[in-house]
């Protein structure tokens, strides 16, 4: 069963996908959306599971560094019960600690520019949230 892993912003939802094994995440796309909409992505995303026969959403949960769950990270929940709901798959909130910051950087040590590098920042981020949940399955 495929896995998708969600690095969900208020703007855009970086998006990573499992092989089939459920072994390695690979970044896919970046998609634009509004948050004061939710259903804004749903189309899109209702696509990617489709195409990727995909079985369970990861969802990041941003934290603060004390374990504390925030603005963000209530919002986070709100979008997990929201993807159950629409797109009958169940979701998994996984801690995302610094994984915009490790994302960040791994790119700078690859010597991206700045303007790639905030294009390809959430999905980087999407990667990292999978990987490291597919990492704790084995």
């Known amino acids: ?3 998708i892993g969600l690095d969900v912003g208020s703007k855009t939802i ?3 996908v499992s092989d089939a ?3 390695t995440a ?7 959306w509004h948050e004061e909409n939710i259903y804004s992505a ?13 079985g369970k959403a990861v969802i990041g949960l941003p934290k603060h560094m004390n374990g504390t769950i925030g603005e ?5 929940k709100v979008y997990a019960a929201h993807v159950e ?13 610094l994984t915009t910051a490790a994302a960040e950087r791994v790119l700078l040590e ?18 990292m949230i999978l990987q490291s949940y597919l990492d704790q399955k084995t």
């Open 21 to 23: 094994l459920g072994l």
């Open 72 to 76: 963000r990270g209530e919002a986070s």
């Open 1 to 3: 069963m495929k896995v």
């Open 14 to 16: 970086g998006i990573a």
């Open 85 to 97: 709901a629409i797109h009958k798959i169940p979701a998994v909130l996984w801690d995302e600690r």
């Open 42 to 54: 749903d189309e899109h995303l209702k696509q990617i599971i489709e195409e990727h026969a995909i």
């Open 110 to 127: 690859a010597d991206m520019s700045r303007k790639k590098r905030k294009k390809v920042i959430d999905k980087m981020a999407a990667v």
């Open 26 to 32: 690979q970044g896919l796309t970046t998609i634009n």
